[in-house]
């Protein structure tokens, strides 16, 4: 029988990454590393979580997906080659990352990769952090292939100021950096396909510079994505605030405000992914209980017959739902 799951994170070193999941979360980071992402829920050949509660404590999600699919996922549809469907991080940016575009689903497999959508909700914003999304309005094709063989590419791309508690939805084909400044919490359909355009001449952590992609990005980018908007973040309610972030064919996020002492009881089935922003909850399916604090994760698998959340503290988490 499965009951609410926690699961030990992977970390990812990145030429952009930073320590802040330590100083934010009390992540245990590797010393000394530059940790860009932290994989908290992944079924991937790069990284597969292991789950870190119950008897199930040592298994890992790969053997949970291919022994008892059905009562994780229930009418979930789950990704290519059996996989679970999402991919859930946290993201540390002390610094830039690429100018970047992942492939829709029509392009993917000619270019031989995997499409990915997915959208960040900003946990920690520096003054002045900025993302680039989507194009600015009127830039043509000729003119971003001319852009990215003079090295101005980046003139190409709509530029937004972010700050705490922000959202941005990333379709697959919008063209999409984040900037330096941002911690953040990023929710995507299972890939790891990124092609990259501009990497501002910087190199790696071996000192080489970064491969870019620059014909299968061309092939993969919407240009008619002129100069998308923050997602709308306002929450409605008292005591218990909620506010649907993202309702998409992938996948459905929620972003929730719930005062201290308060219960949320979801009297539905459904495989939900639980991600704690600030605060503290106890999510509990009447048998068992995880309690989880900011930067921790949780999924409660479809077969649970009901599921409560009790915060101890005023608290914003995310509930997502693949679809």
Known sequence: MLYPLTFHPIFKERVWGGRRLAELFGKRLPAGAVIGESWEI?????????????????????????????????????AAGGRFPLLVKLLDAREKLSLQVHPPAHKAAELHGEPKTEMWYFAECDP??????????????????????????????HRHEVKCGDAMFLPSGRVHALGAGSVLFEIQQNSDTTYRVFDWNRTGLDGQPRELHVAQALASIDFA???????????????????VLVDHDLLRVTLWKVKAGQHVTFDYQQLQMLAIVQGQVIASDGANAVTLKAGEFAVLPWVLPRRQIETGADTTFLLAEPK
Do not use: H, Y
């Not at 990284?47 to 699919?69: D, F, H, T, Y």
């Not at 852009?147 to 980046?154: I, K, L, N």
């Not at 923050?230 to 909620?242: C, H, M, P, R, Y």
């Open 42 to 78: 992944t079924d991937r050949p790069e990284g597969v979580s292991v789950i870190g509660n119950g008897p199930l404590a040592g298994k890992n999600l790969r053997w949970l997906m291919e022994n008892g699919a059905r009562d994780l996922l229930g009418p979930a549809k789950s």
């Open 128 to 157: 002045g952090a900025d993302i680039f999304t989507g194009l600015k309005r009127g830039v043509t094709p000729d003119e971003f292939k001319r852009r990215v063989g003079d090295g101005t590419v980046a003139e190409c791309f």
């Open 225 to 243: 994505d002129f100069e998308p908007p923050l997602l709308n973040t306002s929450a409605t309610g008292t005591a218990v605030q909620k506010c």
